[in-house]
């Protein structure tokens, strides 16, 4: 299978490429070459790669920053998204549109199912919430991921490394962690999200929602204790409430895997199993950051 994923050089972008090595060939543009804005240049990569299936990556990923530069966040996340369903559609290749837990407005309790209704709180929510209406309307043969508390070993590119990442850094340079214990995720480790989307591809899952999270789900203070813990490390961590003044995010984003199982694949593995996996691993010399 022939791939090609916009967005690519992100710490998701980094996993598929080892997932898919030795079984499928992958290419992956830099935003210099193909930036999502620009239809005509998505267009043109589509055409001159001739893919089976294109995975959309690629986000404007800040929370803050989308709340003070919505157009940015509209014109990659949701204008970005539509470019890029619509050109595989023409090239007749599967469309895959990366998205998030933010969708959800945290107000349910527990976790969120793919067929629940996206409520937005922030302007980042609004913008993924959009693209994966409009990329079902262009390309009705396209699949949703939604991600949630993503860690890779090549980071985010839009956010300067991870949480995990954040975490270990803090508490090697002798810094105190307040960390909030007012919202709860599904911590999911990039390598296990991009094995579990060649396996949708590889056994050719329905059109439709998928949610590729590792199993369990807990608070980021929560986290940053399970990041200490495994890693060794010794830090004052002290919980704290979400400010005020601080961007809303949804309290409880947990994701629900209700459809790969019908469809064969095993559960993922644990956050835990995920996290301890990733603090071993991470020294390894075999991930890149993204080129600027």
């Not at 409880?252 to 644990?270: E, I, Y």
Request: negative net charge; glycine residues 10%.
């Amino acid at each position: 299978m022939r791939l090609l994923v916009f967005g690519g050089w992100g710490q998701f972008g980094t996993e598929l490429v080892l997932a898919a090595e030795g079984r499928h060939e992958l290419i992956r543009p830099t935003h210099l070459e193909a930036d999502v804005t620009d239809g005509g240049a998505v267009e043109a990569a589509v055409r001159a790669v001739r893919p089976d299936a294109v995975v959309n990556a690629a986000a404007f990923h800040r929370v803050e920053r989308c709340e003070e530069d919505p157009g940015t966040a509209m014109a990659v996340n949701t204008v970005g998204a539509v470019n890029v369903a619509r050109a595989a559609a023409g090239a007749g290749a599967r469309a895959v549109l990366v998205s998030s837990d933010y969708v959800f407005d945290g107000e349910k309790g527990i976790g969120y199912a793919e067929d629940d209704r996206p409520s937005p709180v922030n302007l980042y929510g609004v913008s993924k919430a959009a693209a994966e209406q409009g990329v079902r309307i262009v390309c009705p043969d396209s699949m949703v991921v939604r991600l949630s508390g993503l860690f890779g070993h090549a980071g985010s590119s839009g956010k300067g490394g991870n949480f995990v990442e954040s975490v270990l850094a803090r508490a090697s340079a002798g810094e105190s962690l307040s960390v909030v214990d007012d919202q709860r995720l599904s911590p999911t480790a990039a390598a296990d999200a991009a094995a579990r989307l060649l396996e949708l591809l590889d056994c050719a899952a329905p059109a439709g929602m998928y949610h590729l999270a590792n199993q369990g789900s807990c608070s980021w203070f929560e986290l940053a204790g399970a990041v200490l813990e495994l890693s060794g490390l010794q830090a004052q961590l002290s919980p704290r409430s979400t400010g005020p003044d601080e961007v809303r995010r949804p309290r409880c984003s947990v994701l629900a895997d209700t459809r790969t199982g019908p469809l064969g694949l095993a559960p993922t593995r644990p956050w835990r199993r995920a996290l301890a996996w990733y603090l071993e691993a991470r020294a390894e010399p075999r991930f890149r950051r993204s080129p600027r």
